[in-house]
């Protein structure tokens, strides 16, 4: 534990400064998105991409099921959403089945097989700034391609060929820029500058694109259709594989054909818990998202929550509360359980919420005097989108994926048109370092050949008497994990349909920094004041805390709402 109080308090005010700038992208979309969610009666894709949705819901009418639409979208958000969605970054798909069963794909990246431990250190063991945020050494293998074949190949019922076509036409043929993605190519163009592969793509010659342009990307499009005319082996073998090698061997990075080959998707248990009768199934490590999200609802049924109020001083003071313990423990024990034992059954049983719940008195408690629990000495050593799909059988999937940030490492691979991850930040660089969203860990998350680093995306779908009720996830970091957990509180004790429990705004707290980031209008000026006398710190102002997209189904009436968050501009598209 003695790492996590080494932090200096400087890296925590540099910590805010950078939670705060990184909602800067996701502020500045426009608010497009309906107050009132969709309707429809036979099956729903929710994404960032209106485009995209438009793509899963074609699939769902032409006979494809959930996992089929899913596919198909997130291959669309791959050409749609190039700040986030990808074929070159990773991701994790939460699959409900109408037969009961609950299952997940775990496509998260893994580090190169010559990745070690002090990767990012200097000679005098101090973190390289931007080392693992930029460039080619930030990269990850990609596990996108393969996690999406996986998937369609054991739960879908349709051939690759017909769901990567969408993807592949709008690559070719080109879309229309929304106003928010030509702002986010024209906010970033100094950076790509530095990358001549990036910079060709998301501009016209150097000449930045502007709203209401045809952009075409030919070259994605043509790795779009190796990926269709020989499966995974079209992206991690051959001329896209030799496109990654030449980048890597180029810029100094580490990604070898030997690292792509050994690429592989992991299918994995879920991990469930109940909340007040209700069923969560979510994503287990390398993920924290499930394990989190689980443990924090644990603690939180020990309160009667609607009582106190939606936004009161008493429900942010006991939300806040149980978001320190829970990534106090997150920053301890989380990380690629195929490397390091997590203590998954130990965070995530109702004993152990309820030991933390005691502690949760009327009063703040500073985060520097909240530790990671206690198990046992065996453990003591030591941008993103979502999308939601259902359809009209009753299966559910729920994706979250990533390049980690916008537009990854900003590196898009020379003749292959994508860009690459820069996930690699999701590891620990130095104990007690924070990363870009000031997550800090210890050995549990260190870097390891092939291992996976440690995620807070949280695909979640919760079952209300063994069927899909909420399907939901989120962008947002480390605010992923809260985003989600108040989207589901707002529906399940404050009956919000799902469009109002993902527009309402959101509160986070992750530990460390301790300081309560709140958007504007979760806290009125009343609550504020109360929680400042508590002692609590309140940073508000231009944040914004993640971007969920969500479906809930009335089983009673068979309604299917589909919900996109209004603090971005995609949609909710139903049949
Ligand atoms: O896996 C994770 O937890 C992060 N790489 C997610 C990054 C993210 O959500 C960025 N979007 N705002």
């Known amino acids: 534990m003695s790492i996590i109080f080494a932090v200096k308090k400087s890296a925590f005010y540099k910590t805010i400064l950078i939670l705060t700038s990184l909602t800067l992208f996701f502020s500045q979309l426009k608010c497009t998105a309906p107050v009132k969610p969709v309707e429809a009666k036979n099956g729903m894709v929710v994404s960032a991409s209106t485009i ?89 293998v990609p596990g996108s391609v393969a996690g999406m074949i996986y998937a369609l190949k054991k ?4 051939p690759l060929e017909k769901v990567i076509q969408p993807a592949i036409d709008l690559a070719e043929k080109g879309w229309v820029l929304d106003e928010s993605t030509a702002n986010g190519f024209k906010k970033f163009v100094d950076v790509f500058k530095k990358y001549p592969s990036t910079y060709k793509v998301f501009t016209k010659n150097g000449i930045p694109y ?71 199934v979510s994503m287990p490590p390398p993920s924290s998202g499930g394990i989190a999200l689980i443990e ?3 603690i939180l049924e020990n309160f009667n929550l609607n009582e106190e109020g939606w936004g009161s001083s008493l429900y942010i003071h006991r939300l806040v509360e149980a978001m320190k313990y829970v990534y106090a423990d997150r920053t301890v024990y989380l990380g690629d359980a195929d490397f390091y034992p997590v203590p998954v059954k130990e965070l995530i049983s109702k004993e152990y919420a309820k030991e933390i719940f005691k502690k949760i008195g009327d009063a703040a408690v500073p985060s520097t005097q909240i530790s990671a629990g206690n198990f046992n000495k065996h453990y003591e050593s030591p941008q993103t989108t979502h999308y939601s799909v259902y ?17 990854g490492s900003k590196v898009v691979v020379e003749g292959a048109g994508f860009l690459l991850n820069n996930e690699m930040n999701d590891f620990v660089e130095k104990p007690g370092v924070p990363n870009q969203f ?19 995306m949280t695909p979640t779908i919760v079952l209300k008497e063994d069927k899909p009720y909420i399907i939901v996830g989120s962008p947002g970091g480390s605010r992923i994990i809260t985003t989600v957990l108040q989207v589901i509180l707002n529906c399940i004790e404050f009956n919000m349909n799902i469009q109002k429990a993902i527009n309402s705004p959101r509160i986070h707290h992750q530990w460390m920094p301790d300081t309560i980031f709140c958007e504007t209008g979760a806290l009125d000026d009343d609550t504020k004041d109360k929680l400042t006398e508590m002692g609590y710190s309140i940073v508000e102002g231009e944040i914004t805390i993640g971007m969920a997209e969500g479906i809930m ?3 009673k009436s068979k309604i299917i709402y589909g919900a996109s968050d209004t603090r971005g501009t995609g949609a909710a598209a139903g049949y």
């Open 155 to 158: 739960y879908g019922t349709m």
């Open 553 to 555: 189904i009335d089983n």
């Open 52 to 140: 995209a949705s438009e793509v899963g819901v074609k699939i769902l009418k032409e006979g494809g099921n959930a996992v089929d639409a899913a596919v198909a979208t997130g291959f669309a958000l791959a050409v749609t959403l190039p700040y986030a969605g990808n074929i070159g970054g990773g991701g994790f798909m939460v699959i409900h089945l109408s037969d009961g069963t609950n299952t997940t794909i775990d496509y998260r990246e893994k580090a190169p097989l010559s990745a070690f431990r002090e990767m990012y250190l200097d000679e005098e063991g101090n973190v390289i700034p931007r080392l693992s945020l930029e460039g080619a050494l930030s990269v990850g």
């Open 210 to 280: 502007e709203e209401g342009d045809v952009f075409k990307q030919p070259d994605l499009a043509h790795t779009l259709e190796l990926i269709r005319d020989k499966g995974a082996d079209g992206f991690y073998k051959g001329k896209v594989a030799d496109l990654i090698v030449k980048q890597m061997k180029e810029m100094n990075g580490l990604i070898t054909y030997e690292d792509l080959e050994n690429y592989n998707p992991v299918e994995r248990n879920p991990v469930t818990g109940n909340y007040r009768g209700y069923e969560i």
């Open 438 to 456: 000031g997550l800090m860990g210890g050995e549990a998350n260190s870097i390891e050949p092939e291992k996976r680093m440690l995620s807070s």
């Open 296 to 298: 924090l609802l644990n």
């Open 391 to 407: 359809d009209a059988n009753g299966n559910a999937v729920s994706v979250t994926t990533t390049l980690n940030s916008e537009f």
